[in-house]
Nanobody
């Protein structure tokens, strides 16, 4: 069974870069049946899709975040990463990585809290 685990700093200062990594076990991120996504939930708000990386490394982003967001991968470590540049307090959220099949997330990491604050 596939498992996903987010890792990264829990506190980021404003204007700094927020960086998270999702370590995947039990399945390969190069499997053409799946894609891999980042999703976040700000406090008191709903889920926000941030972007996705496909099995061949193609990326797509939420237009509202595209200018500050990048997703990359390391196939040798079977992991993918998120960077959000120029952090602002509104980036404070629980961040999730997820596997996507047929446009639907089917496996999720447990989530990691990131706070943007001085």
């Amino acid at each position: 069974q596939v498992q996903l685990q987010e890792s990264g700093p829990g506190l980021v200062k404003p204007s700094q870069t927020l960086s998270l990594t999702c370590i995947v076990s039990g399945g390969s991120i190069t499997n053409s049946d799946y894609a891999w996504s980042w999703i976040r939930q700000p406090p008191g708000k709903g889920l926000e899709w941030m972007g996705i990386i496909t099995y061949d490394g193609t990326t797509y982003y939420n237009p509202s975040l595209k200018s500050r967001t990048s997703i990359s991968r390391d196939t040798s470590k079977n992991q993918f990463s998120l960077k959000v540049n120029s952090g602002i307090p509104e980036d404070t959220a629980v961040y999730y990585c997820a596997r996507v099949q047929s446009s639907c997330p089917d496996y999720w990491g447990q989530g990691t809290q990131v706070t943007v604050s001085s």
